[in-house]
Each structure stands twice: as C-alpha cells, then as structure tokens.
Nanobody, 124 residues
Framework: QLQLVESGGGLVQPGGSLRLSCAAS????????IGWFRQAPGKEREAVSC????????YYADSVKGRFTISRDNAKNMMYLQMNSLKPEDTAVYYC?????????????????WGQGTQVTVSS
C-alpha cells in the first residue's frame, strides 16, 4: 500500500522556522516526482515546491523563493520542506505528494498520491 505521512507542522511566530517531513512507504520515492502543496481556508490548493523525478529540476512558488527549501533523501525514502522566515500568509495545511509521471509536476491534479496534511500556523 502506497502511503505518505507528513509531520513537523505546528505554531510558530513570524520570522521563525519549521521543517516538514514526509515519509513514503510502499514505493521507492526516488523514482517519483514529488511536491509540497498548501491550502489555506477558502483558497485553492497551490504548489509550494516540487522536484522532478529524473533530472532533479526544482520549482518554487514566487511567494516562497529564498525562504523555503525542498529536499529528498532517497536512502531514507523521505522528503522535506525547510521553511525559514515564516510569514502569517504561510499559514495553511501543507501536503506532500508523489507521482510516477516523468517531469516537473506543478499542479495538484498531476499527483496521484497524497499525505494527510499537516497544519502550519504562523502567528504572534
């Protein structure tokens, strides 16, 4: 059974940092395109950062460039999102996603496998 499980969300003050983790089981993550998405109340799910499956191309949303870093550890079958200089507008439920399609996938509809989501709240 293919499964993704996120962890690492929580409440943080503006300017703080969080590291989200996503553990994959039932499949080998390094053959998959991966991504982090977020959804705030009343808004559509949007791509935060993605990595392509074969050549390691990386996408960052303009709103997080220079603050967030996506990474993967194939040996541990894990993916991560390091979030620095957090802002209140980063508050959302964050999801990890994976798909075997080759390429850099930037749209939620491109992904077949999703985690359950983890809440990130940035507030003083």
């Amino acid at each position: 059974q293919l499964q993704l499980v996120e962890s690492g969300g929580g409440l943080v003050q503006p300017g703080g940092s969080l590291r989200l983790s996503c553990a994959a089981s039932g499949f080998t993550l390094d053959y998959y395109a991966i991504g982090w998405f977020r959804q705030a109340p009343g808004k559509e799910r949007e791509a935060v950062s993605c990595i392509s499956s074969r050549d390691g191309r990386i996408y960052y949303a303009d709103s997080v460039k220079g603050r967030f870093t996506i990474s993967r550890d194939n040996a541990k079958n894990m993916m991560y999102l390091q979030m620095n200089s957090l802002k209140p507008e980063d508050t959302a439920v964050y999801y990890c996603a994976a798909d075997p399609t080759v390429g850099l996938l930037r749209h939620p509809g491109d992904y077949d496998y999703w985690g359950q989501g983890t809440q990130v709240t940035v507030s003083s």
